[in-house]
């Protein structure tokens, strides 16, 4: 009977050795499972990072928002280039602008020969450039003061012809001018200026339709003025002025600058492309008659 009894008790003790090393040997796999999740910074589950560490993917910014950045930049550069570019090709079209008046005078018989006796150029932002009473070639018998505004002591310090002529050339030289019938002043000054860089405001249909006048009507200055630029001139009872007369037209040209530079630019693309010839119009020369006849 005690040999039995202690054999039942060795079993048991065999038992629970056995128990505990099983439990000891899977202790430090859950140790070792669990230091390396800490240690990677990443868990079983889905959370974020215990240690605070990210993947080195997530930290590079995307591709697609590098392009687009690029893609900003350049079209901001292009952008700038090209508001530069007309600021500066408005600039330059700006100072090659001048408006042109003159009053005359009457000499030989009667008043009948119109003369300069003071002549006036503004640039474009109406700033004067030229202004200057002229003494007459021949003798002044009429000095039409009503309308020009001279009298006979604006003359006896005046700057010679010749003289005012080559200034004035020296200041239109590569100019567009404006002026209102400004071939009279041109005729006066004895100057011939390119046809193409002349913007007469008392024959451009642009300035008649606006002011709803009739195409056919050719206004004077004072009726554009008044219709367009709601400004009275030549209301001075001392005569016309021309400085003001050649900043009126100036701006009555500003009016429509665009529109009439573009009609100037078409016409002269025409006139250097020109159409090409039409050959329909010679093919009756093939016919025989006019072939020799040993042919």
């Avoid at 040999?3 to 859950?30: A, G, I, W, Y």
């Avoid at 339709?209 to 001139?233: C, M, Y």
């Avoid at 025409?270 to 016919?287: L, T």
Wanted: include cysteine; proline fraction near 5%.
């Amino acid at each position: 009977m005690k040999r039995k009894l202690k054999m039942f008790m060795d079993n048991n003790n065999v038992k629970k050795t056995k128990r505990c090393s099983q439990s000891e040997r899977s202790e430090p796999h859950r140790s070792q499972s669990e230091v390396c999740e800490t240690d990677s910074g990443f868990s079983s589950g889905r959370s974020s990072p215990v240690s605070g560490r990210s993947s080195p993917l997530s930290a590079a910014p995307p591709l697609q928002s590098q392009v687009q950045s690029q893609v900003q930049s350049q079209v901001q550069s292009q952008v700038q280039s090209q508001v530069q570019s007309q600021v500066q090709s408005q600039v330059q079209s700006q100072s090659c602008v001048v408006s042109l008046d003159c009053e005359m005078v009457g000499t030989g018989p009667k008043g009948r020969v119109s003369e300069v006796a003071r002549c006036s150029l503004v640039d474009y932002h109406g700033n004067v450039l030229f202004d200057r009473y002229v003494r007459p070639i021949g003798q002044v018998t009429d000095y039409r003061s009503q309308w020009s505004g001279i009298r006979k002591h604006h003359l006896t310090q005046a700057t010679p012809f010749s003289q005012a002529r080559e200034q004035v050339v020296a200041l239109l030289q590569g100019k567009v001018l404006v002026g209102h019938s400004v071939q009279f002043d041109l005729k006066s000054l004895d100057l011939v200026h390119p046809g193409h860089m002349i913007r007469d405001t008392s024959c451009t249909r642009l300035l008649t339709r606006l002011a709803g006048f009739p195409r056919e009507l050719r206004p004077s200055l004072k009726a554009l003025t008044n219709q367009l630029l709601h400004r009275q001139i030549q209301v001075s009872r001392s005569g016309h002025c021309p400085v003001e007369d050649a900043v009126a037209a100036l701006d009555l040209y500003k009016l429509v600058e665009g529109e009439w530079e573009r009609e100037v630019e078409l016409s002269l693309s025409d006139e250097r492309d020109p159409a090409p010839p039409s050959y329909a119009s010679s093919q009756h020369y093939m016919n025989d008659q006019y072939w020799p006849a040993h042919l």
